[in-house]
């Protein structure tokens, strides 16, 4: 049982360039999301899902798309990336959301944007 | 939006007790958490309160909450080294989703 895999740990981008962040979890959790994290403002929630085909906006969307194809995956594209987006980036799933649904995180991916 | 407030930093010397403050904005909130980040790794649970509860408490951990003041506390007994990490406040505002506040890094000192 991996729990939340996010790859890659690590990524240098250049300003226009495009990529995706694999997020994948094993615990049959509907609920996903993914938040970036900038250094005193917390976690801000940029997309989530709460089930395989749904996908919603949270606060920070814009530059990012997301898509659901199946229970256990939830990449998030950036389509021309920015040096603003440069930021530590985490998925996050849970058996459902808010309440008492805890989240679960994977271990971060570090992107620069150049 | 819900805006949940911490202060940046606590320092606090090995085998004291620390106190990490929280203010929220959503008085619907129906449950607030309590967050820790160790370096380099994701988010992990530590507790949480209903907000029809006052407090919590849960081994070293004590959980407080004012409601009528959107005022919530987490007191660590007896802080180790270990205790070392960002804990987040979070707290579920309108559609169930997460707010975290900024993170409060403790740093204790041996």
């Known amino acids: 049982n991996a729990g939340v895999t996010q790859t890659p740990k690590f990524q240098v981008l250049k300003t226009g360039q495009s990529m995706t962040l694999q997020c994948a979890q094993d615990?049959?959790?509907?609920?996903m999301s993914w938040y970036r994290q900038d250094p005193g403002m917390g976690l801000r929630l940029i997309h989530y899902s709460v089930g395989a085909g749904i996908t919603d906006q949270g606060e920070v969307p814009n530059g990012y798309n997301v898509s659901r194809s199946t229970t256990e995956d939830f990449p998030l594209r950036l389509l021309s990336a920015a040096p603003s987006q440069t930021s530590v980036y985490f998925c996050?799933?849970?058996?459902?959301?808010?309440?008492?649904?805890?989240?679960?995180f994977g271990e971060g991916s570090r992107l620069t944007v150049l | 939006g819900e805006d949940v407030e911490q202060s940046l930093f606590l320092s606090v010397r090995e085998g004291d007790s620390s106190v990490i403050n929280c203010t929220y904005t959503?008085?619907?909130?129906?449950?607030l958490y309590w967050y820790k980040q160790e370096p380099g790794a994701g988010l992990q649970l530590l507790t949480y309160i209903f907000s029809n509860m006052d407090m919590k408490q849960d081994q070293r951990l004590t959980v407080l909450l004012n409601k009528k003041d959107k005022h919530l506390s987490l007191r660590i007994a007896d802080t180790q080294t270990g205790d070392s990490a960002i804990y987040f406040c979070a707290s579920t505002g309108a559609g169930n989703m997460l707010t975290f506040g900024g993170g409060t890094r403790l740093m204790v000192k041996p």
């Open positions: 959503d008085s619907s909130s129906t449950y």
């Open positions: 996050a799933s849970s058996y459902q959301s808010g309440s008492t649904g805890e989240l679960f």
């Open positions: 615990m049959n959790h509907e609920y």
